[in-house]
């Protein structure tokens, strides 16, 4: 199998399942355990300098920073699918929904739970208001993010929104909205399938429960 997935079940990993899910690709996954310290170790080191889960490799590719992850996918094995084609109207949107994911939710939603003392004009993700009033006139708008189209970043921004949706990070009846329409995909749901498999194998706790 050419696809390899270092993974644990409770981190950014359980998306990648989603991704890999959808492009409907064979996988491997090789459990990272997170709580032992395996992201520190030397091997894991040599995968990723940030310690950090998810790193993909795909026969000579290596992506880490799951974003990346994402639109390596859905380029290579669902173009014009899952990611549209380079000269399609809406490659600047998707390109961008994905991008705004871990450079803007992330950090909007971490700022404001954290309290943190910033000054939104310097900070490239701005106030969690604008973040959420933007995601909000996107997801409101339409069925997914381009419209009637699914695309690859639904999986990037939807698994952090239903992250934050779930953790009190943020909070929407819109983007809540948006949550429960992708909680019926298919491959959501095989992944969680998978991810839970995972769990139960390794006799994980999952997180708040
Ligand atoms: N920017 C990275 C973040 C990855 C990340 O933070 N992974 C966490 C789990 S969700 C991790 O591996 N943490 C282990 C550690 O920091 O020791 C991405 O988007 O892929």
């Not at 359980?14 to 355990?33: H, I, K, N, S």
């Not at 520190?40 to 290596?62: F, T």
């Not at 173009?79 to 600047?92: E, K, M, N, S």
Request: glycine share 8%; hydrophobic share 45%.
């Amino acid at each position: 199998m050419s696809i390899v997935l270092y993974h644990h079940p409770w981190s950014r990993a359980a998306t990648t399942v989603w991704m890999l899910e959808e492009v409907g690709q064979p996988y491997e996954l090789r459990f990272v355990d997170l709580n032992a310290g395996a992201q520190r170790s030397a091997d894991h080191e040599r995968r990723n300098r940030m310690h950090k889960v998810p790193v993909l490799d795909d026969g000579d590719v290596r992506v880490s920073e799951n974003a990346a992850i994402a639109m390596y996918l859905a380029d290579r094995y669902a173009p014009g699918r899952l990611a549209p084609a380079l000269d399609a109207a809406q490659r600047g949107s998707y390109l961008r929904w994905c991008v705004f994911a871990p450079s803007v939710i992330e950090p909007a939603c971490m700022a404001k739970a954290s309290g943190w003392a910033y000054s939104p004009r310097q900070a490239g993700f701005g106030t969690y208001d604008d973040m959420l009033a933007t995601l909000e006139e996107a997801v409101g708008s339409g069925t997914w993010l381009l419209g009637e189209t699914f695309t690859m970043a639904d999986v990037v921004v939807g698994a952090t929104a239903r992250w934050m949706l779930r953790f009190g990070m943020m909070k929407s009846d819109v983007v809540a909205a948006y949550a429960d329409r992708l909680a019926a995909r298919p491959a959501l749901q095989r992944a969680d399938a998978v991810n839970a498999r995972v769990t139960a194998e390794h006799g994980l706790t999952p997180p708040g429960a």
